[in-house]
């Protein structure tokens, strides 16, 4: 299994980035995929997830903000993220779940002017 995420960067306050994460060794269809983040010095964090069937949550800090949406096609989800903050800076992980959760190596987003 490979989880490849993709997109992260440097970005000024209020900008958006676009991040994906292409998987494989899966059936993609059949997972719940989610992004969480590591801010330095503090505990990884949910994002936002995607089930299998569609439904969509996000944690509240990125309510408005942040879109998550996947494309079954093409085994791949993505986090489309706008009016970034310092705050936002993170390394960004997705994660395939269904009875085993895996992971991407992650991608780093750092927002600063």
């Known amino acids: 299994v490979q989880l490849v995420e993709s997109g992260g960067g440097l970005v000024q306050p209020g900008g958006s980035l676009r991040l994906s994460c292409a998987a494989s060794?899966?059936?993609?269809?059949?997972?719940?995929m989610a992004w969480y983040r590591q801010a330095p010095g503090k505990q990884r964090e949910l994002v936002a997830t995607?089930?299998?069937?569609?439904?969509?949550d996000y944690t509240d800090f990125v309510k408005g903000r942040f879109t998550i949406s996947r494309d079954n096609g093409q085994n791949t989800v993505a986090l489309q993220m706008s009016s970034l903050k310092p705050e936002d800076t993170a390394v960004y992980y997705c994660?395939?779940?269904?009875?085993?959760?895996?992971w991407g190596q992650g991608t780093q987003v750092t927002v600063s002017s």
């Open positions: 994660t395939a779940a269904r009875l085993t959760t895996y």
């Open positions: 995607i089930t299998s069937g569609g439904s969509i």
């Open positions: 060794g899966i059936i993609f269809s059949m997972y719940t």
